[in-house]
């Protein structure tokens, strides 16, 4: 059964620093690893997919990286700013269906 | 940019009732998705639906729901006979192809009484 965990449960910086996601999944029998962004109260918004034949995909200054055969993906976020204070939710899709993490809760302060 | 809505956005029921949860995914998308999140636990798989069927389904999914597409914009996700457990949020989500991104939408919440 595939699991999925995210490091750390939260996050606190001060604007302007680059900082660093962790997902890491114990089937690396996967089809695509997805991250998502969620604002209390409201869906998930779709950052990045990076299909299993991918090692990384970037959208803006965000960059996610995947390492398929170790079980991980990392994401990274530029010069973060305070509308980046969100859930972090990372999900893996294999099989058809998708298993998400805990997430990690981010805090940019001004 | 084209969204998932769903409706309502809030549902109180009583326990043991029917509910059914509507989506309108994204116009040209083809697979379709249904998600619960227990609050403060997280987002659970519930089944995906494509080509007027259901492709998967988690062991959640059991026969106390069922899933539509009555029309060609609609998507629905019924439970039937309603237990306390069953509280919690609910999102769809849409995507063009099975590995292209899933877009979801803001969600139900569901109450039991």
């Known amino acids: 059964k595939q699991e999925v965990t995210q490091i750390p449960a939260a996050l606190s910086v001060p604007e302007g620093e680059n900082l660093v996601l962790n997902c890491s999944f114990t089937?690396?029998?996967?089809?695509?690893l997805q991250w998502f962004r969620q604002d209390p109260g409201k869906g998930l918004t779709s950052l990045l997919l990076?299909?299993?034949?991918?090692r990384e995909q970037t959208s803006g200054r965000l960059n996610a990286s995947l390492d398929k055969s170790s079980g991980r993906s990392t994401l990274y976020i530029a010069a973060s700013q305070p509308g980046d204070s969100a859930t972090y939710l990372c999900?893996?899709?294999?099989?058809?269906?998708?298993?998400f993490g805990d997430g990690t809760t981010l805090t940019v302060k001004p | 940019e084209p969204e998932v809505t769903q409706t309502p956005s809030h549902q109180v029921t009583q326990m043991g009732q029917e509910v059914i949860l509507r989506c309108v995914p994204i116009?040209?998308?083809?697979?379709f998705y249904w998600y619960r999140q227990i609050l403060g636990q997280k987002v659970e798989f519930l089944v995906s639906?494509?080509?007027?069927?259901?492709?998967?389904k988690s062991e959640i999914f059991d026969d106390q729901f069922s899933v539509e597409r009555p029309d060609g914009s609609n998507f629905t996700l019924k439970i039937r006979s309603t237990k306390l457990e069953d509280s919690a949020m609910y999102f769809c989500?849409?995507?063009?192809?099975?590995?292209?991104?899933?877009?979801f939408g803001d969600g139900t919440r569901l109450s039991i009484l």
């Open positions: 089937d690396s029998a996967i089809y695509n």
């Open positions: 989500a849409s995507s063009w192809q099975s590995n292209q991104p899933q877009h």
């Open positions: 990076i299909q299993s034949s991918q």
């Open positions: 639906f494509y080509n007027n069927e259901i492709s998967e």
């Open positions: 999900a893996v899709t294999n099989a058809g269906k998708s298993t």
């Open positions: 116009s040209n998308h083809l697979y």
